[in-house]
Antibody, heavy 120, light 107 residues
Framework: EVQLLQSGGGLVQPGGSLRLSCVAS????????MSWVRQAPGKGLEWVSD????????YYADYVKGRFTISRDNSRSTLYLQMNSLRAEDTAVFYC?????????????WGRGTLVTVSS | EIVMTQSPATLSVSPGERTTLSCRAS??????FAWYQQKPGQAPRLLIY???TRATDIPARFSGSGSGTECTLTISSLQSEDFAVYYC?????????FGGGTKVEIK
């Protein structure tokens, strides 16, 4: 089965750190850009970050710039999101998503999501 | 940032009816619109990309149209499994942005 398998969510205190992982199974993602998208409880979808297929280019939403770092290991078919200085407003389900091409395009495959809760 | 505005926020529709969802971008995104369906507790699923191309395994009752700053998603005959939230998205400019969603509920 073609899928993106996510892990790494959980409860963290404000100011803390967490690393999310997303492993591609049943497909190769080395030729595709990859993204993180989040959804706060009861809210809509919000793009967080992107990385190009070769990992050489990264992009961030303003509200996570300087706090989150996206990376990938194509040898392990794995995407990461390192989240530092977490705030209560970062509480959300985080989805990894594959983009249609090496440079971008639509999101053609999504992970099931992992919940990140930032609370004391 | 390109703001995506969806209307209406909620649609009450009877099974079998035809319905149209609208999305407006604050500036042109050419044909780089996509539509996603999301059911409670599930990840979004791609329905339409490049404004009008159906994704793999998406039924023909779903269709997309538009260009520039406007796009629409039409469901020709609503089935029970179509009651969900629908999001439009632009991938023409950074940052990537989504509309606020339209909830299609049973009338």
């Amino acid at each position: 089965e073609v899928q993106l398998l996510q892990s790494g969510g959980g409860l963290v205190q404000p100011g803390g750190s967490l690393r999310l992982s997303c492993v591609a199974s049943g497909l190769s993602v080395s030729g595709s850009a990859m993204s993180w998208v989040r959804q706060a409880p009861g809210k809509g979808l919000e793009w967080v970050s992107d990385i190009s297929a070769d990992g050489g280019s990264t992009y961030y939403a303003d509200y996570v710039k300087g706090r989150f770092t996206i990376s990938r290991d194509n040898s392990r078919s794995t995407l990461y999101l390192q989240m530092n200085s977490l705030r209560a407003e970062d509480t959300a389900v985080f989805y990894c998503a594959k983009r249609q091409s090496s440079w971008g395009g639509h999101f053609d495959l999504w992970g099931r999501g992992t919940l990140v809760t930032v609370s004391s | 940032e390109i703001v995506m505005t969806q209307s209406p926020a909620t649609l009450s529709v009877s099974p079998g009816e035809r319905t149209t969802l609208s999305c407006r971008a604050s500036q042109s995104v050419t044909s780089n619109f996509a539509w996603y369906q999301q059911k409670p507790g599930q990840a979004p699923r791609l329905l339409i990309y490049d404004t009008s191309t159906r994704a793999t395994d998406i039924p023909a009752r779903f269709s997309g149209s538009g260009s520039g700053t406007e796009c629409t998603l039409t469901i020709s005959s609503l089935q029970s499994e179509d009651f969900a939230v629908y999001y439009c998205q632009q991938y023409n400019n950074w940052p990537l942005t989504f509309g606020g969603g339209t909830k299609v509920e049973i009338k």
